[in-house]
T-cell receptor, first 112, second 114 residues
Framework: GESVGLHLPTLSVQEGDNSIINCAYS??????FIWYKQESGKGPQFIID?????DKRQGQRVTVLLNKTVKHLSLQIAATQPGDSAVYFC???????????FGPGTSLSVIP | DTGVSQDPRHKITKRGQNVTFRCDPI?????LYWYRQTLGQGPEFLTY????????KSRLLSDRFSAERPKGSFSTLEIQRTEQGDSAMYLC????????????FGSGTQLSVL
């Protein structure tokens, strides 16, 4: 079946460096993508979203890039901080199924 | 706090017992979702409501699971005759549906079935 998945299960970065978390999706009909951050013991927290008619969107220290040609989504975190340590999920809104589908997640560890 | 609230935060029960969880969404949100999450995995869709109507229930959900949203506000998720495989984090999320789904999640209920 069609699903959203992540390339790397774990990622370690030095504090102050930039982080890039990647995601592959397979449903070409999806038109809305979301990145969530989940800290231990908490529910997922919305970070940033992007619609399929865009290829880039910027927030505060975060940028999401969408490449529809290769069905790839990435989250860039600038000047990574210890508070960024968490599991990051990309999620896809499937218009045909009318719900958000999550991938398995990437665990980001920031080394002080 | 005006976010999504879930109760209880933790529940330990014996196999075969029934459990019920409650979710209070953000007040103006008309859609409410239930997800289940096991360790190291992404949240898995269970069911969702638009106002009081349950629009979809995952095929993965057995008949032991039932959810209600009687007045279109809070929702309950009941698991009957719990099994050890039901142990997971049960997450509730809500949104004001406008096309696309920016979900706001609660902190979840961690269920442990002994």
């Amino acid at each position: 079946g069609e699903s959203v998945g992540l390339h790397l299960p774990t990622l370690s970065v030095q504090e102050g460096d930039n982080s890039i978390i990647n995601c592959a999706y397979s449903n070409s009909a999806s038109d809305y993508f979301i990145w969530y951050k989940q800290e231990s013991g908490k529910g997922p927290q919305f970070i940033i979203d992007i619609r399929s008619n865009m290829d880039k969107r910027q927030g505060q220290r975060v940028t999401v890039l969408l490449n529809k040609t290769v069905k790839h989504l990435s989250l860039q975190i600038a000047a990574t901080q210890p508070g960024d340590s968490a599991v990051y999920f990309c999620a896809e809104f499937e218009t045909s199924y009318d719900k958000v589908i999550f991938g398995p997640g990437t665990s980001l560890s920031v080394i002080p | 706090d005006t976010g999504v609230s879930q109760d209880p935060r933790h529940k330990i029960t014996k196999r075969g017992q029934n459990v019920t969880f409650r979710c209070d969404p953000i007040s103006e949100h008309n859609r409410l979702y239930w997800y289940r999450q096991t360790l190291g995995q992404g949240p898995e869709f269970l069911t969702y409501f638009q106002n009081e109507a349950q629009l979809e229930k995952s095929r993965l959900l057995s008949d032991r699971f039932s959810a209600e949203r009687p007045k279109g506000s809070f929702s309950t998720l009941e698991i009957q005759r719990t099994e050890q495989g039901d142990s997971a984090m049960y997450l509730c999320a809500s949104t004001k549906f406008t096309g696309g789904e920016k979900l706001f999640f609660g902190s979840g209920t961690q269920l442990s079935v002994l």
